[in-house]
């Protein structure tokens, strides 16, 4: 394993040992650092982060929790790989509910939650980072998710976007992506803004189809 991929954990930190440890190899995994397929060593990776194996074999039993990492008997963890119809499944579903929380934002927001998605949305439109593009893509699906009002709802899809939030970034790095997107949260915002039910929900349903298909090319590109 190289050093190069996990950084020493700084202890100057608020957050618990283990929130720290699990922050960093989550991190790692959607960044692509450890890769699908890849056995996680408990000695090797405490060793780079500084720490015991203790935080370490917490972090994994969370990371498996939220399906980025898979156990096998006998073998140990490994970073969780996702399938072509993997990602189109996970979207299927997505795209249905996108289009619901979209549709219901549009009749339930309130005026300060409309301020934020357009401030969130304007912090993208001017950011080159692609890490914090990631952060701010997802802040702006969770505040329709939260003016949606349906808590419910908001669990289901959360849980469906992490199964494959490791593989966005491949997505958005895509030349030419992250504007189009862009352009297209600004449509569902302006569709909420004006109450348009029917339009916030069809918008939103196409971000994900059109988001399902980047990735998928993508991904096969790479693997090619």
């Known amino acids: 394993m190289q050093q190069s991929r996990l950084v020493p954990i700084k202890?100057?930190?608020?957050?618990?040992?283990?929130?720290?440890?699990?922050d960093s190899l989550r991190k790692a995994i959607i960044l692509g650092k450890l890769k699908p397929g890849e056995r996680l060593m408990e000695i090797q990776l405490a060793e780079e982060m500084g720490v015991s194996r203790t935080p370490v074999r917490e972090a994994i039993r969370k990371l498996e929790?939220?399906?980025f990492v898979v156990m096998v008997p006998r073998r140990g963890a490994y970073v969780a790989g996702v399938s072509v119809k993997d990602i189109a499944d996970v979207f299927e579903v997505r795209s249905a509910l996108e289009g619901l929380a979209a549709g219901l934002a549009a009749e339930r927001i309130t005026e300060e939650e409309m301020e934020e998605l357009e401030k969130v949305i304007h912090l993208i439109s001017g950011e080159e980072d692609i890490l914090t593009v990631y952060k701010k893509d997802n802040e702006f699906h969770e505040l329709i998710y939260k003016a949606s009002r349906n808590h419910r709802l908001t669990q289901i899809i959360t849980n469906l976007s992490e199964q494959i939030n490791r593989f966005r970034l491949t997505s958005l790095s895509v030349p030419g992506r992250l504007k189009i997107a862009v352009d297209e949260h600004k449509k569902i915002i302006e569709a909420i803004s004006e109450?348009?039910?029917d339009l916030a929900h069809k918008l939103a349903s196409e971000h994900m189809e059109n988001a399902e298909q980047n990735l998928i090319n993508a991904i096969r590109e790479e693997e090619s």
Request: aromatic share 12%; no cysteine; charged share 35%.
């Open 11 to 22: 202890l100057d930190n608020y957050k618990p040992l283990r929130e720290l440890v699990f």
């Open 65 to 67: 929790l939220e399906g």
């Open 195 to 197: 109450r348009n039910v």
